[in-house]
Every structure is written in structure tokens, then in C-alpha cells.
């Protein structure tokens, strides 16, 4: 019998909403609506000013009553900045690391990968989340770092594995093609059209991205536009629900 879970992909704005309120309680809240089991955020403060100096993936996860592992990619001011991933299932961090600078290009934030392990009824699932930068010549070098043997061809990334987050690239291109090689995209096996996660407020770009191992098979892609998700961040939430083949 197919063991079936869901995964959510969502860049919060460091939990800053188009309202320019900073509230990690808003964010709790639409993840708890739609009920996923495996939530991967990007852009997450952990000691800022501008959020209220909290730790925002542990209040998240403390409101959700998840387990969580944060990876902070950039230390700025007294804090912290990274990615993070909160699941219901018991889980384990594999790796978390930078990705890299091109020379030269040091001004840029500097990125990072973070893979967990999670058990989904008995069977090990290997998650890797990113947020890409901006140059897409990071990007090129950012992707080809994740596919290879350091993370997604490392043999204890062992399918079925899933990849996700905020690529910062639209279908068709370099980096997504790089991706698309290794691994399918849930969106297009349900239909282009649905993964439009980027501006929260009228989107009209696939920037977030759910891609997996040919072991998992896709029953939904959503991203909800609510007024509460236009609201919290600048872009939507992107949640996938999946079934591993048995």
C-alpha cells in the first residue's frame, strides 16, 4: 500500500507580510489550514530586530507541535537567516552547508542547503531544501553543487528523495532543466499552471518547486491564494501530496 504524505515548500519573507507586519503566528496558522507533514521554509530570522528577535522556526514549530532543524545560510547583524524544515514525523538532519559564491561575487547572500531524513510509516525519505540566489550564474553553480556527490548523488541520499524550495527560476531554464534531469516535478505531472507561487499578491511565476524521485507518485498540487496567503508573505505556499510506491 502506497504510504502517502504531504509536503509544503514556502518562502515566508522572514514571517514579514505585505502588511509590513512581522508575525510567525500568521504563518503557523496557514500552515496548520492545509495540514502538511513535511514543511520546508526559506527565509527564515532567528535574532533579528526587524522580526522581534525571535527565533522563528522554533516559535513555528512550537505552535505546530513539530520537530524542526534550522540551518542559518547568513549571519547578519546579532542574528541569523537560513532555511529550515518542521515535520510530524520523527526525522534526523543529515547535512546542512553553504552553497557557492562565484569569486568575486562576495557581496551576494551567501545561500545554503539543508537535508533531513524523515521516517514516513517505516520507510526513510530523504529531504533536501535550498533557496537559490539571484545571479544566474550562482544558480547554475548552486544547482550543479546540490546534484552532486555532496548531496543528491551521495549514495545516503538513497530514494525516494525530495527536493524543494526556492529555486528563483521559472520552468524551461538552465537551472530547473538541471533539476527536471535528476529528479520529476510534481507541478507538471498535475498541469503547468498550478504551481504559480511568486507575487503572493497575483502570481504569476513557478518559483518554488517540489521536485522527487521516480518512486513517488503526485495525487495533488495546490497552492493556495486566500486572502490570509496573500497577506503573510510575498510569495504562496506550494504543498504536494505524495504516495511513495511500495
Not at 492545509?34 to 527565509?43: K, R, S
Request: proline share 5%; hydrophobic share 40%.
Amino acid at each position: 500500500m502506497p504510504k502517502r504524505f504531504s509536503i509544503m515548500t514556502y518562502n515566508v519573507h522572514s514571517c514579514i507580510g505585505r502588511d509590513g507586519k512581522a508575525s510567525s503566528e500568521r504563518i503557523a496558522e496557514i500552515i496548520a489550514l492545509y495540514g502538511a507533514d513535511i514543511i520546508c521554509l526559506q527565509e527564515l530570522d532567528s535574532g533579528l530586530l526587524r522580526s522581534g528577535l525571535e527565533n522563528q522556526a522554533r516559535e513555528i514549530a512550537d505552535r505546530l507541535n513539530m520537530e524542526f532543524h534550522f540551518h542559518p545560510s547568513l549571519r547578519v547583524e546579532e542574528g541569523e537567516y537560513g532555511n529550515a524544515v518542521l515535520t510530524r514525523f520523527p526525522s534526523e538532519a543529515v547535512k546542512a552547508a553553504g552553497l557557492p559564491t562565484l569569486p568575486g561575487r562576495t557581496y551576494r547572500e551567501q545561500r545554503g542547503g539543508l537535508w533531513i531524513r524523515v521516517r514516513v510509516d517505516g520507510t526513510e525519505l530523504n529531504v533536501v531544501t535550498t533557496h537559490l540566489g539571484l545571479s544566474s550564474s550562482e544558480r547554475v553553480a548552486q544547482a550543479e553543487d546540490l546534484v552532486g556527490p555532496g548531496w543528491l548523488g551521495s549514495p545516503a541520499c538513497a530514494r525516494p528523495v525530495v527536493l524543494c524550495g526556492d529555486l528563483n527560476t521559472v520552468p524551461l531554464f538552465g537551472v530547473y532543466r538541471r533539476f527536471a534531469a535528476v529528479l520529476a516535478d510534481a507541478s507538471s505531472s498535475v498541469g503547468w499552471g498550478r504551481g504559480r507561487t511568486y507575487p503572493s499578491s497575483f502570481p504569476v511565476l513557478r518559483l518554488d518547486h517540489v521536485f522527487l524521485s521516480s518512486d513517488i507518485e503526485v495525487e495533488q498540487v495546490m497552492v493556495p491564494w486566500t486572502k490570509l496567503t496573500r497577506m503573510a508573505s510575498d510569495h504562496l505556499p506550494l504543498i504536494a501530496t505524495l504516495s511513495i510506491k511500495t
